[in-house]
């Protein structure tokens, strides 16, 4: 990819998820006022970051939380640490939760956080003030019942720990269900580590049934082996797929004969990248993407699949791991080329279901076993994606994105105005 396009395409993740907005208002036939209240959030803060580095001098940083719609609960998402977050792209993916917890229907309205930072170039000490501080400037905006942050990309269980210690001590409130994703022994479930990973699989599975025969020896391509391409990747090959390309963002591998996805994971861990794993072809990520395979699966960033490549892919059905890694324009291709998407909104939800029963086992001060928590995600997945492939073929000429949105803004929009919100 060029530069230019590369620019072109990260620089306008809201204006795509206004468009795919605005083509669901009219399947459901919304009007303009209501369309347009849908894609402003509610409230975006931003706040200023100083902390003092162990050279003595002041380290500025910019972060975000945008609070997007709570018609049906507390605000809901994760919280990055990215050189590159913007404010539009944290107001892009609290829409996206909004749609998501609606879809999947969880008690929450979208939330997202950010903050401009690299975090290879901070000590965990400058980590750690960093968290602190941005807590410090939020406190007053989140809370179990008002927004509930949980971790995303280049966060973990070890910030939300620093948050949650944070929190406690500026409000005196041991409020525990303020955060999500947390350390085991501050109340987070063990299934929060690969419950995003979990799902991404179900729902390939059951598309997998309606598309492609099935599951059992599909040829599965991966772009993205961090927290949910790998685990995806896991659960992929236990169910009988055969995962033949992976990467990561140094490059890739493609190996039709298989990977083994165990031995991929040490890999990783030992050298660093995917692409020193001793079998397979090396290939850049847009080879990858653009490689022959039953499913393609990207798990890693953005607007990947567009309208400059969308028509190279070979892959019979796609599935988002990732957050918006197909464009408005990716979208009409895959639907006028017959290739299902399986969409970000519904297949990547099990991180926030994992979150939702972690939430409610701190709300009400229970422990759920992990196998029930495991159950519980991927009887939700199941749930969730049947309800979507019905609402598909009900619309008859309309993609399963157009199919989700639909369900998940329908209800949004019915909350609003038993509310009197509109």
């Known amino acids: 990819m060029t530069e230019a396009v590369q620019t072109t395409l990260t620089s306008n993740l809201y204006d795509q998820q206004v468009k795919k907005l605005y083509r669901v208002g009219e399947i459901l036939g919304l009007p303009q006022d209501v369309l347009e209240t849908l894609s402003q959030p509610e409230r975006v803060i931003q706040v200023k970051i100083e902390i003092k580095g162990k050279d003595g001098k002041v380290k500025t940083f910019i972060g975000w939380r945008s609070q997007h719609n709570s018609a049906l609960g507390p605000y809901k998402g994760g919280i990055r640490y990215h050189p590159n977050v913007t404010q539009d792209e944290v107001i892009a993916l609290s829409m996206m939760m909004t749609w998501k917890n609606s879809l999947l229907l969880l008690p929450y309205g979208g939330g997202k956080g950010g903050i401009r930072v690299d975090p290879s170039k901070l000590s965990l000490e400058e980590l750690e003030m960093l968290s602190r501080r941005y807590i410090d400037t939020l406190y007053k905006y989140i809370g179990s019942d008002i927004d509930i942050p949980a971790p995303d990309v280049n966060t973990n269980p070890q910030t939300m720990a620093w948050f949650i210690d ?11 269900a303020t955060f999500t994703g947390k350390p085991v022994e501050l109340g987070g479930l063990e299934t929060r580590n690969y419950s995003t990973g979990l799902g991404v699989a179900t729902v390939a599975k059951e598309a997998a049934s309606k598309f492609i025969g099935g599951i059992e020896g599909a040829r ?3 772009q993205g082996f961090g927290n949910v391409g790998s685990f995806t990747a896991k659960f992929l090959q236990d169910m ?8 990561d963002s140094k ?6 004969n298989g990977i083994d996805i165990n031995k991929m994971i040490e890999t990783k ?9 001793p079998t397979g072809k090396k290939v850049t990520n847009d080879e990858l993407l653009t490689s022959e395979c039953d499913i393609l699966i990207p798990a890693a960033l953005e607007n990947v699949i567009h309208k400059f490549n969308a028509d190279k892919v070979k892959a019979k059905m796609i599935v988002e791991g990732a957050n918006g890694p197909l464009t408005a324009d990716a979208d009409l291709v895959m639907k006028n080329r017959g290739i299902p998407v399986v969409p970000d909104i519904l297949a990547n ?3 926030v279901v994992g979150s939702y029963v972690e939430w409610a086992n701190n709300k009400m001060g229970e422990i759920m076993e992990e196998e029930e928590a495991k159950r519980l995600i991927i009887s939700r997945m199941e749930k969730a994606f049947n309800s979507v492939y019905e609402m598909h073929k009900k619309l008859g000429d309309q993609d399963l994105r157009m199919a989700a949105m639909a369900l998940a803004v329908e209800r949004v929009v019915n909350a609003m105005k038993v509310r009197g919100m509109i």
Not at 251 to 256: A, E, L, S, Y
């Open 220 to 222: 599965v391509i991966i």
């Open 349 to 351: 939800a099990g991180g």
């Open 240 to 247: 009988g797929a055969k995962i033949i390309g992976v990467s």
């Open 166 to 176: 944070e929190y406690i001590k500026i409000t005196g409130k041991a409020d525990y």
């Open 251 to 256: 490059g890739g591998v493609i190996d039709p």
């Open 269 to 277: 861990e030992k050298t660093g990248s995917v692409i020193n794993y």
